[in-house]
């Protein structure tokens, strides 16, 4: 066995330094570490509280890993940890892994580092078996795991019979007249929530029904995940009874419950697993509970943890399951006799209110949200979903046709365009009154809808684009070893364009044949609308712009000549061409651990993080765009001039701006404009891009075009087809860079001048 000694050696170290990186004691220099480590890993030398039993006195430190601290149920089983141990003289150490893989290998491999006597372990990756056998068992530290037990490896188990509990919770709500009955649940790749799913199955198997399994659904186990679930995938309508896996789960469901207008349990019962309490108003009032004692089941795990403590070389793995106190007692659950809509004091207006809206999450979001908005003001509201590049063509079209549409979102860039076109009304009144409080949204969001010190509507969504990256990747120390010894140059989050394509060259398989990602990013160009921001994100970090403060067209300018060499660069680290790419694969491609890195909007940061910890593929980081030039990201809701629903439509655009509703809309996705959620602390938990979105509105950059008052706009559209063209005429026609360039620097004066820019000479 390798021993402190060899390991100092083979790094080249002292023997004080190898402590020094394992305990954390003082600060060693990264390159330092990162060598010690190295040579660890290649020994193979991990020290262990059984190890060193054989030579001296025992440790009396335990290392507890749990997934989050926010979980109540995990919470409760820690103060049992806690409590019996801390009686037994232990000293107890806690980390959380957040429920990533790599932070719970990082702090497992930290506390056996650290020579602690034994582990206690709520997983997040029971299906990493390798890494248990050569962590534990092949060094044979005592282990407990409580809850999700490690696939294919015989370990000591604690957990309640989650099989039996919802088997009978299920079965009797069958024999009591049942039968639209949902499970939600969290991933499926825990062991007790397999059992859950198994033991509902079976119930309704062993009742001689046929179990539907679109009425089983799979959470992250957050109030929110849970929320979004029932918000977007259970027919509310239909449903009779809802079982959850844990009370955060159901805290969840309840909220969407609330906000669809259904009662518990007057028009849907929900029952759920919690921690037993003596006070019943510790609970959610309704809520049928199940009271299971997580306290106890830490202290079972301790005791039998110290057991083996005892007997390290000859302890036998055991597994200990308790019973739900729900089964020791009737389930007490009258069955609804029929299931009736919300009692609403609001009368319907049959004439509500039609929104034409772009086909975005957010757009989706408010939809699924304002059947709440109806319930509360009987105003009814329909909605029509199109493309982006269709929208203001659709506006146009029926602007004062009888099938107009009351409201309508609009691009930022297209504001100016729209207000002398007389496409959307001045609601400037309105803003500016006691009846609505633009403090509660972000000021940049709110001058978005300002043009000449005028408002012409609310903002629906706003952010901007920002850099994700696979963080496990990027602090993998093989990863960063090989970086460092190609460029000379530590691997970091890239700052620059030029290091972002080194980055990018690195991560893409056919120059680096031992990338772990295919790709090092991807490009979005199948329209002009998504292609256009990828190129001015560039030629604004290079210093290069499309026309100058006197409204002149300067396209052909050095500066954005060295940004179309930035762009040629990028492409050659990409999978397709950009014009075949959409911004919907190239995060499908992040996402299925395709590309190392993705610069997009700040509305698919949900969407990315949610599915690439499901597919377990690692951890996903956020930074600002290099060069800090990220294009500011706008829509707003505008009034329809022809629209005779006016206050009606005030009211909707109030309700939006709400707090409540601004939780609710980022939850699901949602881009919101409002304060609110970038300030509270569950929301930055979960949704940590939050932060980096709301600085970045300090350097984002509106995309628009020339403007003076009183002259012609020059539709935006117009002006991205030419600078999308010149990338065209780079990539499919062979020509240089500056060609390209002098064409459509041609092209663009030959549009402004059509819209009188610039002034004459004598007036500049």
Not at 348 to 358: A, C, I, K
Not at 427 to 454: A, G, H, W, Y
Not at 523 to 540: C, N, T, V, Y
């Amino acid at each position: 066995m390798a021993t402190l000694k060899d390991v100092a050696k083979d790094a080249g170290v002292s023997i004080a330094t190898v402590s020094c990186c394992l305990s954390g004691s003082k600060t060693v220099k990264p390159e330092t570490k990162m060598r010690v480590m190295d040579s660890i890993e290649k020994l193979k030398y991990i020290p262990n509280a059984s190890a060193r039993n054989l030579k001296s006195s025992s440790s009396n430190r335990i290392g507890v890993v749990l997934t989050d601290i926010d979980n109540l149920y995990h919470a409760e089983i820690f103060k049992g940890i806690s409590s019996f141990l801390q009686d037994k003289s232990y000293t107890v150490s806690v980390a959380f892994s957040n429920n990533s893989p790599d932070i719970e290998c990082e702090r497992i491999d930290d506390f056996i580092s650290q020579n602690v006597s034994g582990l206690i372990i709520i997983t997040c990756q029971p299906n990493n078996t390798d890494f248990f056998k050569n962590r534990i068992k092949n060094y044979n530290i005592p282990t407990v795991f409580i809850e999700r037990c490690p696939d294919d490896i015989f370990v000591s188990f604690i957990s309640f019979d989650n099989y039996q509990t919802t088997y009978y919770i299920t079965y009797e709500l069958l024999r009591k007249g049942y039968r639209k009955i949902a499970l939600i649940t969290g991933s499926e790749h825990f062991s007790s929530e397999r059992e859950c799913i198994s033991g509902y199955k079976d119930a309704f198997t062993n009742h001689n029904m046929a179990y539907d399994d679109n009425m089983v659904g799979n959470t992250n186990m957050s109030k929110e995940g849970a929320f979004k679930y029932t918000m977007t995938s259970i027919d509310t309508k239909n449903i009779e009874a809802v079982i959850t896996t844990s009370q955060n789960i159901a805290e969840g469901v309840l909220e969407a419950f609330h906000i669809k207008g259904l009662k518990v349990p007057e028009n849907v019962q929900l029952i759920t697993f919690s921690e037993e309490c003596w006070n019943t108003t510790a609970k959610i009032p309704g809520v049928v509970h199940s009271s299971r004692t997580a306290f106890t089941l830490g202290t079972a795990a301790s005791n039998l943890l110290l057991r083996n403590i005892k007997s390290p070389l000859l302890f036998e793995e055991e597994t200990i399951t308790f019973s739900d106190d729900i089964i020791n007692y009737p389930l007490d659950v009258p069955m609804v006799d029929a299931l009736k809509p919300p009692k609403d004091n609001v009368q319907v207006n049959p004439s509500g209110l039609r929104v034409l809206m772009v086909d975005l999450a957010t757009s989706h979001s408010t939809m699924l949200l304002s059947s709440n908005f109806t319930r509360r003001t009987g105003i009814p509201i329909s909605f029509d979903f199109v493309p982006q590049n269709k929208v203001l063509k659709t506006i146009q079209d029926m602007i004062s046709s009888k099938d107009a549409y009351d409201i309508y979102m609009y691009d930022v860039p297209w504001l100016e365009y729209m207000v002398q076109n007389s496409f959307v009304s001045d609601i400037s009144e309105f803003v500016d009154s006691n009846d609505f409080n633009k403090d509660l949204l972000f000021k940049e969001n709110m001058d978005n809808c300002r043009c000449e010190d005028k408002f012409y509507g609310v903002p629906i969504i706003g952010g901007s684009q920002i850099m994700f990256y696979r963080k496990d990747l990027f602090e993998n120390r093989e990863i960063i070893k090989t970086f460092k010894n190609k460029y000379k140059i530590s691997l970091r989050p890239p700052k620059t364009w030029t290091e972002f394509n080194g980055t990018a060259e690195f991560f893409t398989r056919s120059y680096n044949p031992k990338s772990p990602t295919e790709y090092g990013t991807s490009f979005a160009g199948i329209i002009d609308e998504e292609l256009a921001p990828e190129i001015l994100i560039r030629l604004w970090s290079y210093g290069g712009k499309i026309w100058d403060k006197y409204n002149r067209a300067c396209l052909n300018s050095p500066e954005n000549a060295k940004a179309f060499h930035s762009i040629l660069r990028t492409v050659k680290y990409t999978g397709q061409s950009p014009f075949e790419v959409s911004i919907q694969q190239t995060v499908s491609d992040f996402c299925h651990g395709k590309t190392a890195m993705l610069i997009t909007y700040t509305e698919y940061a949900a969407q990315i993080s949610e599915s690439i910890h499901k597919k377990i593929i690692g951890r996903v980081g956020y930074e600002p765009l290099p060069g800090k030039t990220p294009v500011s990201i706008g829509w707003n809701f505008g009034l329809n001039p022809f629209s005779t629903k006016t206050e009606m439509a005030y009211l909707y655009f109030n309700w939006l701006c709400k707090h409540d509703t601004s939780y609710y809309m980022t939850i699901l996705d949602g881009q919101s404009p409002v304060i609110a959620p970038y300030h509270s602390h569950e929301l930055l938990k979960l949704y940590p891009w939050m932060e980096i979105t709301e600085k970045s509105f300090e350097y984002a950059r509106k995309r628009n075009g020339p403007y003076r008052s009183k002259a012609l706009v020059i539709p935006q559209n117009k002006i991205e087809t030419i600078l999308c063209n010149v990338l065209r005429l780079i990539l499919t026609q062979g020509l240089s860079i500056q060609a390209a360039l002098d064409i459509g620097q041609k092209q663009m004066v030959t549009l402004f001048n059509y819209y009188g820019y610039p002034k004459p000479l004598h007036f500049i």
